[in-house]
């Protein structure tokens, strides 16, 4: 189940020290940060290959009890970051393929990844769950990090950097406002 989600524009990525990736950058960009995400948390790798597709922690997300929606299980959710990550960092994804569940990267990518990894509220409940404790939460972590650095974040999250970088406060009131003495009437 796709939801809505308004995605910041470009003036408001600047402001935060973004250049969004054009569409013809975009798989060389995304499976650079990949990589570059896969060396920099090393967990990341473990957690997506210790996966049994065991279906323990679909019962502990909410976000998957909600929606009733396959992509919503845990473990599921995790694989639209794993099919491409094992794709292209795996000997087993390089030389099988989709036959051990990779996947190429296409135009539906990175779509996916925001319709599944904004579902997730990274409450990691389905660490507790989990029989070998996998944090999809991590995972979805790793995801919006990459899709952040891409230039696709939602404009509400971007503006709350936005204000932080320039008024020092996530709501965007200026200093005089806060300072502003309350007179008794
Ligand atoms: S961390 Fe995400 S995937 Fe895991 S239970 Fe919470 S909402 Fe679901
Ligand atoms: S409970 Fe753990 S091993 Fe089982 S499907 Fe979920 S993440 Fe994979």
């Not at 990525?13 to 798989?27: A, M, N, T």
């Not at 502990?60 to 396959?70: I, K, N, Q």
């Not at 999250?157 to 936005?162: D, F, S, W």
Request: contains cysteine; positive net charge.
């Amino acid at each position: 189940m796709n939801i809505p989600i308004h995605l910041a524009g470009e003036k408001d990525l600047h402001c935060i020290g973004v250049d969004p990736v054009p569409q013809s950058g975009l798989k060389a960009k995304t499976l650079s940060l990949v990589d570059e995400y896969r060396n920099f948390a090393r967990s990341l790798a473990v957690m997506l290959d210790t996966c049994t597709r065991c279906g323990a922690c679909a019962k502990a997300c909410h976000s998957y009890l909600g929606t009733g929606d396959f992509y919503n299980i845990p473990s599921a959710r995790a694989a639209l970051f794993r099919k491409i990550h094992d794709r292209y960092f795996t000997l087993a994804g390089k030389m099988l393929g989709r036959f051990v569940g990779a996947a190429e990267f296409d135009a539906e990518t990175t779509g996916s990844w925001v319709d599944y990894f904004y579902q997730c509220n990274i409450c990691r409940r389905c660490a507790v769950y989990c029989p070998f404790g996998i944090d999809t939460g991590e995972i979805t972590i790793a995801a919006r990090n990459i899709l952040t650095h891409l230039g696709i974040a939602p404009r509400f999250l971007v503006n709350i950097a936005r204000n932080e970088l320039t008024t020092g406060n996530n709501t965007g009131i200026l200093k005089p406002v806060n300072k502003q003495e309350v007179h008794p009437t």
